[in-house]
């Protein structure tokens, strides 16, 4: 029985190593009787490279600037080696997540800076009582020569609703940024509103925008709701909410009074 099971497992070790390029690499016999009392060892080949470095799901932990010229990380991970999955819906929703090891020093894909990622950043402080959660944007980092690069993600996201606080730096219409505030829609009085669990965020103005296309958005009554997206790892406010009653001057006498935009070059 010995004899054919060492056979069994020659051709499949041929068999595995050709595939996937796991090795097993033989069997042990211990203990007695039928009942086999077999162990195995297996090493699995990652790659040829005897300096492989797995990649990390991480998050970024400080809000970059226009200057920085990397992106400062910290690792997440499941708590339990076989994850537990998570429990609740909405807002509720609790999941097993947890910080691993120092703070990493990573550098933008290529073709991207730093501050392209402004928005992503953990909205809380990074302690073991604040872990990761469902809603905190994960990023996945591998090793590329001597240093960690953020992984691209592909052109283009959802689009989500947002409402526009003030330009950033505050007070400055030239400016390109802006601080945003998450918005969702009341369930009961279909109205939308500003999302209490959300937080103040940075987004970049949409190509050949600044800031005063926007402002004229803030306070406006009935609230107005803008539309942000991802393009290339760079989070921009859309133009065509900012098309929408910009720049209302008072009639003058030729003109009566209406709601159409007026662009103010």
């Not at 809000?63 to 690792?75: A, G, K, N």
């Not at 609703?161 to 505030?181: D, E, G, Q, Y």
Request: hydrophobic share 35%; glycine share 6%; net charge negative.
């Amino acid at each position: 029985m010995i004899a054919e099971m060492r056979r069994q497992i020659n051709a499949l070790t041929r068999q595995v190593a050709a595939l996937s390029k796991i090795r097993i690499e033989g069997f042990a016999r211990s203990g007695g009787g039928a009942s086999g009392g077999l162990s195995f060892t297996r090493s699995v080949q990652r790659s040829a490279d005897p300096h492989y470095t797995p990649p990390k799901t991480v998050v970024i932990v400080k809000t970059p600037t226009q200057d920085d010229i990397f992106l400062t990380v910290r690792e997440a991970r499941y708590t339990t080696d076989i994850p537990k999955p998570c429990t609740g819906d909405g807002e509720s929703v609790v999941c097993h997540y947890e910080w691993f090891g120092p703070e990493l020093e990573v550098f933008a894909p290529l073709g991207t800076k730093p501050i392209d990622f402004a928005g992503d950043e953990f909205d809380h402080v990074v302690d073991d009582t604040h872990p990761p959660k469902f809603s905190t944007v994960f990023h996945r980092v591998h090793r590329e020569h001597e240093v960690w690069v953020l992984e691209a993600k592909p052109e283009g996201g959802a689009i989500e609703p947002v409402i526009i606080l003030a330009s950033m730096p505050v007070n400055t219409p030239t400016a390109k940024f802006l601080t945003i505030r998450p918005a969702k829609e009341n369930p009961t009085t279909h109205v939308w509103e500003a999302d209490p669990t959300g937080e103040p965020k940075v987004v970049e103005t949409w190509f050949n925008h600044q800031a005063s296309h926007y402002l004229p958005m803030v306070g406006l009554a009935p609230l107005l709701v803008g539309a942000m997206t991802k393009i290339k790892s760079s989070t921009r406010l859309l133009p065509n909410g900012a098309n929408l009653r910009m720049f209302i001057a008072t009639a003058t006498q030729q003109y009566g009074q209406s709601d159409c935009p007026v662009v103010n070059p």
